[in-house]
């Protein structure tokens, strides 16, 4: 039993991470694997903190429910908060996971998100002529300016 749930916590380390595949992955699929995580993906990423952050609320809510056993008239007013939280936390991930699949949809397009940088370098010349009143053959000087410049 040990082997499974090591099995099991090696393939969702594997899920999350880009340099290793699964366990049992044949090996033709074995680069593809090691390519894919699942974070890359924003649905999974609400999805997984979403379940981490009511993981933790829960906790905290079990811990204080226990603490509120010796009066008894906190514990129903502190279930009805808990509840209620739970329930607009669960709108609000639901709302966003709708809207952001639906927009998938209709854009055709997929909601992975890429880690790769694109540089560009831009070089711009600027030529700046300081000039003064009436020397001939400068720039024309635009108004509320002192100086002309051109662009090579």
Do not use: C
């Not at 924003?42 to 903190?49: I, L, R, S, T």
């Not at 397009?109 to 711009?124: G, H, K, M, P, R």
């Not at 003064?132 to 108004?143: D, K």
Request: a negative charge.
């Amino acid at each position: 039993m040990w082997e499974k749930v090591v099995g099991i916590f090696k393939t969702a380390e594997s899920f999350l991470r880009t340099d290793k595949a699964p366990p049992g992955t044949p090996s033709q699929y074995m680069d593809e694997a090691r390519k894919t995580t699942f974070l890359a993906s924003k649905k999974f990423f609400v999805v997984f903190m979403s379940v981490l952050i009511i993981s933790l609320y829960f906790s905290a809510g079990t811990v204080v429910l226990f603490m509120t056993a010796p009066f008894p008239t906190l514990t129903p007013a502190f279930v009805t908060m808990f509840t209620e939280v739970l329930k607009i936390f669960a709108i609000i991930i639901g709302s966003f996971l709708g809207l952001q699949t639906t927009l998938d949809w209709k854009m055709s397009s997929n909601s992975t998100i890429d880690s790769l940088n694109n540089t560009e370098n831009v070089t711009i010349t600027r030529t700046e002529h300081i000039i003064e009143e009436g020397t001939p053959g400068a720039p024309e000087i635009r108004p509320f300016s002192s100086s002309a410049w051109e662009e090579e």
